[in-house]
């Protein structure tokens, strides 16, 4: 009974590292990033156009700087009074970032500075983020169990001595 309880153990702490590790590798593949920016105008300047194709959770990581996410219709119009007018808000903000939630369509990232900003951009399909996050709560689960299963099989193994 003891060798099937380490045994077992043993088996749900490697299937929790394989889940962990792999659905982890398959978000981070999916994260697209970039940090490429072009001047629009003067202190003005606007990133490459931002691909959605799924449902998106986009990351502006932007240090403090005065920025706007619009849709790439817009983004030929270049003006800083229809770009501020037509900008989507973020759903959640900090001292250095902007967190979006976005529907499929092209979209563009305006930034207003006196010199290249260095701001970066990542974004990765929801869908994506929570079947796999799941699983790495799953594996995590395994894991844990097999750090509880573990100890337990190797202690209750030992001949107490009376």
Not at 49 to 68: A, C, F, P, Q, R
Not at 97 to 126: M, Q, R
């Amino acid at each position: 009974m003891k060798n099937k309880l380490l045994q077992g153990g043993i088996v749900l702490l490697v299937v929790g590292i394989v889940l962990m590790g792999t659905c982890i590798y398959i978000i981070y593949s999916n994260i697209k990033t970039t940090d490429s920016w072009y001047k629009a105008e003067d202190n003005l300047y606007k990133s490459n156009e931002i691909k959605v194709y799924d449902e998106s959770l986009l990351i502006l990581s932007h240090g403090k700087i005065e920025y706007y996410l619009v849709n790439s219709s817009y983004a030929y119009n270049v003006n800083s009074s229809i770009i501020i007018n037509s900008s989507i808000p973020p759903i959640e903000t900090t001292d250095k970032e902007a967190i979006y939630d976005l529907e499929p369509g092209t979209y563009t990232i305006f930034v207003k500075s006196n010199y290249t900003p260095h701001a970066s951009i990542s974004y990765v399909p929801i869908d994506t983020l929570i079947m796999y996050g799941v699983i790495v709560i799953v594996g995590l689960l395994f894991f844990l169990l097999g750090l509880i299963f573990i100890p337990m099989a190797i202690m209750s193994s030992r001949k107490n001595p009376r």
